[in-house]
């Protein structure tokens, strides 16, 4: 199994704009054209398309959906890592919310919630881990995932730990990784199964994308 773990295109979050909560931020008018790059680039048809929820990356996996209309498509819970839902339904940008982000990575309490709209790290953990045993199940050959940057750190960091339940130390181990790991918009990374070696991956590229269309948001 190949699995292409894709980043949304542009958002107006990335591009430092207001907005009122992760699901429903959208893409720029250039993240929609990385997402017709990405839709471009592939050589073979997925068997699956698997989306997140949240419009940014419903809107990314649209251009390959109708690229591809005989290929399977399914909505799974592979959101962004919501953790400080206080932020939920109010205007805010990246800059306003730094400092209660950096207060929460500083506290390394991987069981908090902010609120009912918020997850923990254990949680997304969880979540992450999860994905990998549905993908694992699924029986197909390639699979087009269609997800979010801090997302796809916490798959990476559940491949490289193995980690069933993080702890502080891993949650403060976590944090330095996300922090060296840059994934842009619209970045690919191949995730490869094997049956003796499980999951391998390559680092996320943005190769695909012409200089002209690449953002800055990691």
């Not at 398309?49 to 649209?62: E, G, K, M, N, W």
């Not at 953790?83 to 929460?104: D, E, I, M, W």
């Not at 699979?143 to 502080?168: C, E, K, N, Q």
């Not at 999951?199 to 190769?207: C, E, G, I, R, V």
Request: neutral net charge; charged residues 20%.
């Amino acid at each position: 199994m190949t699995v292409w773990l894709i980043r949304h295109g542009e958002s107006l979050a990335n591009a430092g704009s207001h907005t009122t909560g992760s699901a429903t931020n959208p893409l720029t008018p250039l993240g929609t054209r990385q997402a017709a790059v990405v839709a471009s680039v592939f050589s073979h048809a997925p068997d699956l398309v698997v989306c997140s929820p949240y419009l940014r990356a419903r809107q990314t996996a649209q251009p390959t959906i109708d690229r591809f209309p005989r290929a399977r498509v399914e909505e799974w819970p592979i959101e962004e890592f919501d953790y400080l839902g206080r932020f939920h339904g109010k205007p805010t940008t990246a800059a306003q919310r730094a400092s209660a982000v950096a207060a929460y990575w500083a506290a390394a309490d991987p069981r908090y919630r902010d609120d009912e709209n918020s997850e923990s790290f254990v949680d997304v953990h969880a979540r992450a881990r999860r994905f990998l045993a549905r993908l694992a199940e699924s029986g197909v050959e390639r699979v087009a995932a269609f997800t979010h940057g801090m997302f796809m750190r916490v798959v990476l960091w559940a491949i490289l730990t193995g980690d069933t339940v993080p702890d502080s130390d891993s949650m403060r181990r976590f944090h330095t990784f996300r922090m060296a790991t840059l994934i842009p918009n619209c970045s690919i990374l191949p995730l490869v199964l094997h049956r003796e070696q499980g999951y391998q991956f390559l680092s996320a590229t943005t190769a695909h994308l012409p200089a002209t269309l690449q953002s800055g948001g990691y």
